[in-house]
């Protein structure tokens, strides 16, 4: 529809309380990553006005747009809209050409109108004339006012000297703008928890580098074509940044583990040595924290026990388990609307190394035993000198 | 409805997957809490029938027992069911007595089936039976079958010898069994999130207790007020098990960090000294981690670089921030369904001491060299030692 010229875009209600420096770098950073993922999708805009609370977008194709920017993290929502002047006149034409192509009869509608600046009308003003209007020009079809419950809204948004009508809305992903918080390490497996956790921290503004360790042979080649595959998935949520994999051979470290330990501490023990070199990796990378897909309870090793043994290793360095406390039906249905649940149920070898039962609670002095077994400086040392970076 | 005999206890999916030890285990764990529920809000119950992935609950009051059973973690949905012997004639008479109660004209229904056992019939044949019935006798009222999209869902559960048929279904709280899991240790402020973040931890199964630090003279006497309301709040979640609520003097350290300190660092140094002191109470507790409300970015003290430089503190002992990657909105979603919204965003002193200008990323080594001017090890012990216990 050619009326439609305008996206509106709203910020999280988040931006709105922070302090008017970090608001203003909040909001260049936002304008920045908008212009990124438009361009990374090939859409056109040719005017970004921002202002307190809104972002103003002149764009030939205003619902593809609309779309794209409702996938910025902190974006709350955006609707396309057409633009007109701030005139109760004109606002009211432009909404009749908007309902006019909305058919249906007996319809519900509503009026809702957010102003800012200096006018000669109210909100409650422009509610009431826009909204005869309509009346008037449905009368025909029947249409009613229902502001309880309506199935048509019309929304006005009145600006200093412009106004914007519109009578769609899509909800954002919100969080943080991405870049306004360091960068974390975040731990991918192939599985469905790890790619949300990575999109989770993106969510809050941290930029991700993605971490892999390799265990073949104990699984075949399609976990790391997976993991490939989840990379560039994940990639595509955060157009201008730079995502990489990192890919650490782990195999050998996990062979010493099955030949020379415990069986029921595989698990246990292969996660402390992942953790200690994602910990060497992150710090000498100056990164911000580590990012896993860890659960309370979803697996052995992620009982609360286990966590305790297995957090041991990392020190005082940051630790971040953005799925704690998520049953896997959340993180499934995140992982559908991030669109890796398709790519991580994709069937692969699983570990062969995973013993038949799992120690549930393994305690830390059996753990110490066990690892006084392994040369676990040197396993990590091979791990992180043989890590390959690729890009995605 | 004197007719509705029975409530249906639907379990977690995730449930489902564990390994059949542990699946009796949280089973068991799961009556042994859905009866201290019933018991604490004095719902009665004549019987209960564990079978696979169902509990039946038998009682004279299946909608209130429903609804309080919704509440229980692990439960994924409940209904209040009429019970009646597993042959199609019983199972399409109790139905229609069911549907008799339901008045309206025009309504789309469809009858759903779900059996397990030998039965002479299908799950397809009892749909089919019932509906008929159901039209015949609704005739009257137009009622008519839409399988897509319907008003009315009328369920049949078919179990061995027995069968359900229900109306109503109430959604779960979800999670793991509490008591599934150890005790965690869970930081509570009196703000919106900590509450929060302490739910959450029950939800996937941990049993808590409250910590709270006392800042007054820095605040006043509210927010200790909202603090034991929020405590007895969380603790109608967790009926049967002990949920108490520890204070700790804190005033006296805020007070020589602000005296000594610089001004912007007072927020991070008091975060460091509240996670030592927690370090210490739940090792010697013997607690399984730490909870706290965290998430990144919302507030100054929870930028990324400052949530490195507290985390250090805690050496390798589990940290757990549930709320890592929640928007504000989604907290206060869950914050109203928990019941401690309320209690939350009643006024209160606020914290007199926190800074103007907080520092958003504090380098390790001004914290470590503002850190020399405080007795650091005296005044913790100062606080451990002077920890009260409130039942709550």
Known sequence: MELLDTVIVRHGAELGVK????????????????????????????EIDRRFGRIYVKTPCPVDVAKALSMVFGVSSTSPAASCKALLEEIADTALKLVGAKSGRGLRFAVKCRRVGVHEFTSMDVCRYVGSKILEFKRDDGWLVDLENPEVVVGVEVRDED????????????GLPLGSQGRVLCLISGGIDSPVASWLAMRRGCTITLLHFNIQPFTGEKTLEKVVELSKKLSTWCPGYKCSLLVAPFGLVLKEIVEKCPAKLTCVLCKRMMLRAAVRVASKMRMNGIVTGDSIGEQASQTLRNMMVISEVVGGFPLHRPLLCFDKSETERLAREIGTYEISSR??????AAPKRPAIAASPSEVAKAEQLLDVESLIRGVVERLVELEV
Chains 1, 2 share one sequence.
């Open 19 to 46: 302090s008017s420096t970090t608001r203003l770098r909040y909001d260049r950073l936002l304008v920045k990553n908008m212009k990124a993922m438009l361009s990374s999708k090939g859409l056109p805009i040719t």
């Open 163 to 174: 106004a914007f009508v519109y009578m769609e809305t899509y909800r954002g992903v919100g």
């Open 347 to 352: 069937p692969d070898e699983g570990c062969k």
